[in-house]
């Protein structure tokens, strides 16, 4: 009996668990069942469906950062963390969809006016939202007007509404343009009280990417570095601002004494110093620009405002939640690499070495595509990963196929890595680029352990044993350990430049000139030849056409396919709820308090997010910082 029983118990068990699966099993497909109902019931319901009155004004009530690719948000998990409770992730605006919306609305009869809508546009780089700038002004070219309004303007959505024909600003509301700076945390001294030891290995004279570990303050390289590409953005920012606005560039206030001499003529009132300014056109109520709405569009009597449409509702309209692809003509492939780039493969945010290479081997393989674009928005990672791209790259120019890479706001250390070994390379004015460097970094915390009485020790057979195991971080680097990590590093850089003057057909001396780490701007990019043109995207889909010879094509976007359960679960969970007439304006301490947060929270996870086999890493860490 003893020798029978655990077979006994086996069987019993593996039954109890067999009727577990089942269960589960029968729960997950009742689950799907009735998703699949509701998405059904969402389809072919026509109670939803969006009506754009004969003549109204189209609302972009911007919410969330305007981003080249939206991040992979699992629906689910969203809906789930939502209900607990949790806080919720900053929504994301593609700003492919809100070009199509106001291409479309150009064209559309029955949409005579756009109101600006920014309260809750967060983050935007120059060049995305030039781009979004551009189709206003075709829009007004069409004889339509455009408008803003807001009790708060911050830099980004300014730089925006001063796209539009009249700027509103509500009594009582607030703009400061405080320009650009960069300045991160330093935790050298919190180190050192911590008994931390930061071991670094860099080439680089500008390679800042590691100062706030080794350091109190910005080094002066860093600051001279810093100082040339943010005075540069904010010279295009005013430029570009003062000529829409009518007014010179000096009407900028960059010290305390001139915009305290200016408050103090209107008795420290902030919204009659904009009105005076000329930043702002007018100082109405939310009625009062509702009626001025009115009086050019309708009234909406059921809904008491005026005739109007939402930009998801408009944008559902526009943009078909299923891409068809004409299977007939031939393509420019576009495939969007944007986020951090680490080894393996990864969801959309993030530049996955394998997961993006597999893009750029789908584009290679498909018969009617004839040229690629690679978008670009990465401040870089992995080392390795970048090669893996890059030889991705190299098979596609080999297969006849030309390679367009196209920066946005920031292709750099990594992301420049990968934008080399393109055939020709485009980049806005204010792209953030360049940082050719290396480094690695490695902290260890015997000290700390030594404090609390925690010993490591032992035998191995060799001097390496237990290395990549994490040993040294118990025990610290020995010199010899270090110079191993420096000679990779200096391998590396040496790899770095030598890739880039083999594929820009620059000299290695020249590159390594303009390498060191070293931020640019694409303006001076331009003029040390390491891009070729400046314009924006669709300016490299028609170089990138042209190249192939290219008279008729369409543009197919190449993107990681969802599964079918995947694809569902988006349709039910992932649309935006559509808010009222105008969302309610957020205080500047608000926005302020998050931006802190969420900008501490990205600088200390930076170097947690790294995946490099050789422990060597190329990255912008400067151009992390909005």
């Not at 990968?418 to 015997?446: D, H, K, L, R, Y």
Request: charged letters at 20%.
């Amino acid at each position: 009996m003893s020798v029978e029983r655990p077979g006994l118990f086996r069987r019993l068990f593996g039954a109890i668990w067999g009727g577990f699966k089942l269960v589960r099993n029968l729960v997950l497909n009742l689950i799907f069942l009735v998703f699949f109902i509701g998405l059904i019931s969402v389809m072919f319901s026509g109670d939803d469906k969006v009506q754009v009155p004969d003549t109204a004004a189209l609302v972009l009530e911007l919410n969330g950062d305007l981003v080249e690719e939206q991040s992979w948000v699992d629906p689910v998990e969203a809906m789930i963390n939502e209900s607990a409770g949790g806080s919720e992730e900053t929504p994301e605006i593609l700003v492919r969809d809100l070009v199509k919306v106001i291409q479309n609305a150009t064209k559309d009869d029955k949409v005579k006016v756009i109101v600006l809508a920014l309260a809750d546009l967060r983050s935007g780089s120059l060049d995305k939202l030039q781009a979004v700038g551009v189709e206003l002004e075709k829009f007004k070219a069409a004889g339509k007007k455009v408008f803003a309004t807001g009790s708060f303007y911050s830099q980004n959505q300014y730089f925006l509404a001063s796209f539009a024909d009249s700027i509103n600003l509500q009594p009582g509301g607030t703009i400061l343009l405080e320009g650009y700076g960069s300045y991160p945390m330093y935790y050298r001294s919190a180190l050192e009280k911590l008994n931390v030891t930061t071991h670094v290995f860099k080439v680089g004279t500008y390679k800042s990417a590691v100062e706030p570990f080794l350091r109190d303050d910005m080094s002066p390289e860093a600051k001279e570095a810093n100082s040339l590409w943010l005075g540069e953005l904010w010279s295009t920012y005013k430029t570009q601002v003062a000529a829409r606005r009518g007014f010179e560039v000096t009407n900028f206030d960059e010290t305390f004494a001139s915009l305290n001499e200016k408050l103090a003529a209107v008795q420290g009132d902030i919204t009659q110093y904009a009105l005076n300014a000329k930043l702002v056109d007018t100082l109405k109520t939310r009625e009062g620009f509702q009626q001025d709405m009115i009086a050019l569009v309708g009234a909406d009597e059921k809904e008491h405002t005026f005739n109007q449409v939402h930009y998801e509702d408009y944008r559902k309209l526009v943009i078909p939640p299923v891409n068809v692809v004409n299977p007939l003509t031939d393509k420019v492939a576009l495939i969007i690499a944007r986020g951090n780039i680490v080894d393996g493969s990864a969801k959309a945010g993030t530049i996955g070495g394998d997961s993006t290479a597999r893009l750029l081997r789908q584009a290679r393989h498909d018969e009617k595509v004839k040229a690629v674009v690679l978008r670009i928005d990465s401040g870089g990672g992995s080392k390795f990963a970048s090669e893996i791209i890059a030889e991705e790259i190299k098979l596609l120019k080999d297969a006849g196929k030309p390679v367009i890479a196209s920066m946005g706001a920031v292709a750099a250390s990594g992301g420049y890595w990968i934008a080399a070994s393109a055939n020709e390379i485009w980049a806005a004015p204010t792209t953030i680029t360049g940082s050719i460097g290396i480094f690695a970094m490695f902290p260890t915390a015997e000290k700390a352990f030594s404090t609390l009485g925690i010993n490591v020790d032992g035998v191995g057979t060799t001097e390496m044993a237990g290395f990549n195991s994490g040993l040294p971080f118990f025990r610290g680097l020995t010199p010899e350990a270090a110079k191993l990590m420096q000679l990779t590093v200096e391998r590396g850089y040496d790899d770095f430049i030598s890739f880039v003057g083999t594929s820009r057909n620059l000299e290695k001396l020249a590159v390594d000139k303009v390498g060191q780490g070293r931020v640019w701007t694409g303006t001076k990019a331009l003029e040390f030849g390491l891009v070729d043109k400046l314009g924006t995207l669709d300016d490299a889909i028609a170089s990138a056409a042209s190249k192939a010879s290219l008279t008729h094509f369409d543009v197919m976007v190449v993107e990681q396919e969802l599964t079918p359960q995947q694809q569902m679960l988006k349709q039910l969970f992932g649309s935006a709820k559509a808010s009222g007439w105008l969302p309610e304006m957020h205080s500047q301490s608000k926005l302020s308090s998050l931006g802190v947060l969420r900008q501490l929270d990205k600088e200390l996870g930076q170097f947690t997010q790294f995946n490099d086999p050789n422990g060597v890493y190329s990255y912008c860490f400067t151009c992390a910082v909005q």
